[in-house]
């Protein structure tokens, strides 16, 4: 595999770490005043993104001999980019003045402020170690079969697949590093499987009432019509077996169909479903592992939810980098640092991408068969969001409200696809998520669907049910927050149980404004939360009354649990608020990926795939969906552009 890439990563060029750059000027390394530090090792820690991140710095009387970042809590797949790559730069160019790793700034900031403070302790110059001349880069121009712009899920699926097709591929990405918001996901995929799901240990509930609500409905299409005949069928035969829990990709798909209030397209919603264990299957083949229990995740709606083993979405990009490195150089490239900025047309077909490197230099890049377009949505794009998806749903989606997504989910291949003539198609549904950082919008949950409760301690929703009803619920509540809690039945170790991004609960608690609060009683925990002690410890009596099957939730109509009930101090509490998370809207798209104008024909050239489409979710994503979207429509738009349909 070839890698080619601009300034950040260009600074690793003598470690051969990398290889593809090209400088016209090479850096000039700082030159401090000879004898001008105490030689020997300092350490240093300075807050992170998340948390606390130490480095150890090694000196000679003048030089940076060693850097090493010793510790942190930083986003996985992220930060790590950032520790991975700071340290050899600032050696390799004895400087603190090296730009930080594009997407990865506050990590990057961190190491560097680190750093300056062990060479002060060695009484270095600063002033001299901050000089640092970039490299000039050259113009370049590249051509192979597919030309891929964006590295998240959905591109990383897609650029494989074409290989495996046989076309040659070149990846953009704009960031410095490939993942895109993919990588932050929580990692959980969602797909029917009979081989974890019919396991007697299982317990979540009443789910035949779910499955028997949605039966209920009338159709509203022939599709619609045939799809719920043959959900009946399936749920008849199951009832006659011993089976604990019923499901189907056929009653995936209507389900997540509903929760979109069927503004999407069933026949697309059916494509994924019916692909989404064969996906979950592709992953495990290049090594991905996934934890053997299903769960319920948030938002999910039903327990179908497979959870990595990695933390967050690294996992499948330690999969697919794997996959990868076993391509040649003439077979796939990647450009990182690189920014896509329009398309290349040839009358109405799409021929290639203008792009344009860190430094300002200009790529062109030309396609033989085709473009896949899979740059994400614009939850992170404040002006857009505003622009299209404020309303009477969502009243205010300005600055205020905060983001989970990464800082490049900013839309821009959505209107690249829009002037070459496709479609835009549901622009305006727009998703917030329920259990984010009310200060961040970083998603570190420890469970994911126990027990919420407003300020006064009472509980105001149902927690298994749909991410956009919660989050407008939790907009209602007194200072527009909520209360997650739970106990160490959920967690019967606080320095082992790790969030979907692998930080432990022990970190959570001591890192200040991480949301989270522990107690030794329910009372205590009260006083912490500042809300009535009796209305908390009420509300938690009836819960683990719903869970132990003595009562019901008749107030708010929980279906679904996880078994097991707040009973075992310690007892936990994080606090949580809605962030803009995701954009269903988006580039209207065939069953090949292809990216379809007014008229109803193919743009020649151009395909889509992830979040940048705009034809599945409708008005409501459920929760594990993402992935088994970018991945079963990523490969879907890597063989279509391979073999040019």
């Not at 240093?44 to 090694?58: D, I, K, N, Q, R």
């Not at 990588?183 to 995929?189: E, F, K």
């Not at 076993?326 to 900025?341: F, H, I, N, R």
């Not at 209305?535 to 008749?554: M, R, S």
Request: with cysteine; aromatic share 6%; hydrophobic share 40%.
């Amino acid at each position: 595999m070839k890698r080619l890439i601009s300034l950040a990563l260009c600074l690793l060029l003598a470690l051969g770490a990398l290889s593809g750059c090209t400088s016209s000027t090479p850096s000039t390394p700082a030159a401090p005043e000879a004898g001008g530090m105490t030689a020997g090792t300092y350490t240093a820690t300075v807050p992170g993104m998340h948390g606390p991140l130490s480095v150890e710095v090694t000196v000679t009387a003048d030089a940076i001999e060693d850097v090493q970042v010793t510790s942190h809590v930083e986003t996985p797949a992220v930060g790590d980019w950032a520790v991975e790559l700071m340290p050899a730069a600032i050696v390799e160019h004895q400087s603190t003045g090296v730009d930080a790793v594009s997407g990865v700034t506050i990590t990057s900031g961190a190491i560097l402020r680190a750093v300056e403070d062990c060479l002060t302790q060695a009484g270095a110059d600063l002033e001299a170690f901050r000089a640092y001349t970039a490299p000039v880069l050259e113009d370049a121009e590249y051509t192979a079969d597919v030309i891929i712009v964006g590295g998240g899920g959905a591109g990383m699926s897609a650029a494989i697949t074409a290989i495996e097709n046989g076309a040659s591929v070149i990846l953009v990405e704009k960031m410095g590093f490939v993942g895109g918001n993919s990588v932050v996901s929580g990692g959980i995929y969602n797909a029917p499987d009979p081989s974890k799901q019919d396991n007697p240990e299982n317990s979540f509930g009443d789910t035949d009432a779910i499955v028997e609500e949605l039966l209920a409905q009338e159709p509203v299409s022939d599709l619609h019509a045939e799809m719920l005949e043959t959900v009946r069928a399936e749920y008849e035969a199951y009832k006659k077996t011993d089976k604990v829990l019923f499901d189907s990709p056929t009653f995936f798909a209507l389900q997540s169909w509903n929760g979109g209030d069927k503004v999407g397209d069933l026949a697309m919603m059916k494509i994924m479903c019916d692909n989404s264990l064969e996906g979950l299957k592709w992953y495990e083949s290049m090594g991905m592992e996934f934890h053997p229990q299903i769960t319920l995740a948030s938002g999910s709606l039903y327990p179908r939810t497979h959870r990595a083993v990695m933390p967050n979405g690294s996992g499948y990009f330690k999969a697919f980098q794997d996959r990868l490195a076993q391509e040649p150089a003439e077979s796939y490239t990647e450009l990182l640092d690189t920014k896509a900025v329009g398309l290349i047309m040839d009358g109405d077909k799409v021929v290639g991408v203008n792009a344009e490197g860190k430094g300002g230099q200009k790529v062109t890049l030309k396609a033989n068969n085709g473009v896949i377009l899979a740059t994400g949505g614009f939850a992170g794009n404040v002006e857009l969001r505003q622009e299209y998806c404020e309303g009477e749903k969502w009243p205010d989606l300005g600055p205020n409200v905060v983001t989970s997504n990464m800082a490049g989910v900013t839309g821009d291949g959505i209107f690249f696809a829009r002037d070459a003539g496709a479609k835009l198609v549901n622009m305006d549904q727009i998703q917030l998520l329920h259990i984010c950082n009310p200060n961040t919008g970083a998603t570190y949950d420890i469970v994911s669907v126990e027990l919420f409760v407003n300020q006064e301690g009472k509980r105001f929703v149902r927690e298994d049910g749909r991410r956009d009803e919660m989050s407008k619920a939790i907009i209602a509540q007194t200072g527009s927050i909520m209360y997650s809690i739970f106990s160490a039945d959920f967690t019967p170790d606080p320095n082992t149980a790790k969030s979907l991004g692998g930080i432990t609960l022990q970190t959570l608690l001591d890192t200040p404004g991480s949301g989270y609060f522990v107690a030794d009683t329910l009372e205590e925990l009260a006083e912490k939360l500042d809300m009535p002690a009796d209305e908390l410890i009420a509300t938690v009596e009836h819960f683990n009354a719903c869970v132990e099957g003595t009562a019901e939730d008749t107030e708010f109509g929980r279906r679904a649990y996880q078994g097991k009930k707040i009973i075992t101090a310690p007892f936990y509490a994080c606090t949580r608020a809605p962030a803009v998370h995701h954009t269903m809207g988006g580039v209207l798209i065939d069953a090949d990926c292809r990216a379809i104008k007014e008229d109803g024909t193919p743009v020649p050239g151009l395909y889509c795939a992830g979040e940048i489409t705009g034809v599945l979710h409708g008005a409501n994503r459920i929760g594990g969906n993402a992935i088994v979207d970018f991945t079963v429509f990523g490969r879907i738009a890597g063989e279509s552009a391979a073999k040019a349909k």
